[in-house]
């Protein structure tokens, strides 16, 4: 959160540029996520729309209201909740109605199976049809996994709103990243 916040100061005009962050499940069962969250989000300047945090669907199973009550108050806050994993076999489409979630990412399973099997449209028509559903439920869709431009270009006619994956950039050390989103600034 701290290195979103220094990056944002380097950018030329403050940009939109957020931080995700993965929640594990001890974390997200942890009693003082909330006040840890802001005292982070204070201590680094960084507001709370700059980061989302994100939860994977399993971590999510069979979640009683006392596990989703803190992440409906950072919801609640600005900070963006995302649904990681999205796909992966244990989709219960009616969590999406009481789950604090503005995002979905889905599974790079997905985008893999576009890519290995471009004659048969299955992969596609399910990224199709989340995508759909998710901005018919005003969730924003972030796709994992995206390694060529047709990917990315396909995924963008498809109306996903963000992706990840090396097409963009490897994972890599903060310095590096820097120059990347140095880069991207100008």
């Not at 204070?42 to 669907?57: D, Q, Y």
């Not at 048969?120 to 796709?143: F, R, Y």
Request: with cysteine; aromatic share 4%.
């Amino acid at each position: 959160v701290r290195q979103a916040r220094f990056w944002q100061r380097r950018h030329s005009d403050g940009g939109p540029l957020r931080i995700n962050v993965n929640l594990s499940p001890a974390q997200l069962h942890h009693p003082g996520l909330v006040a840890d969250t802001v005292d982070v989000l204070e201590r680094s300047g960084l507001e709370p729309g700059a980061l989302c945090l994100e939860v994977t669907e399993s971590a999510l199973i069979g979640a009683d209201a006392d596990l989703l009550k803190p992440l409906r108050q950072l919801a609640e806050m600005g900070v963006d909740i995302a649904l990681d994993d999205f796909g992966t076999g244990y989709s219960n489409l009616a969590n999406l109605r009481r789950l604090p979630v503005s995002v979905l990412k889905l599974d790079r399973s997905f985008t893999q199976g576009m890519q290995r099997h471009p004659a048969d449209p299955v992969d596609l028509k399910i990224v199709e049809g989340i995508v759909s559903l998710a901005h018919s439920l005003n969730l924003a869709v972030t796709v994992e996994g995206v390694e060529t431009g047709a990917q990315a270009e396909q995924l963008r006619e498809l109306g996903c709103d963000t992706a990840q994956g090396w097409y963009y950039a490897r994972p890599g050390a903060p310095d590096r990243i820097h120059a990347l989103v140095l880069a991207d600034a100008v």
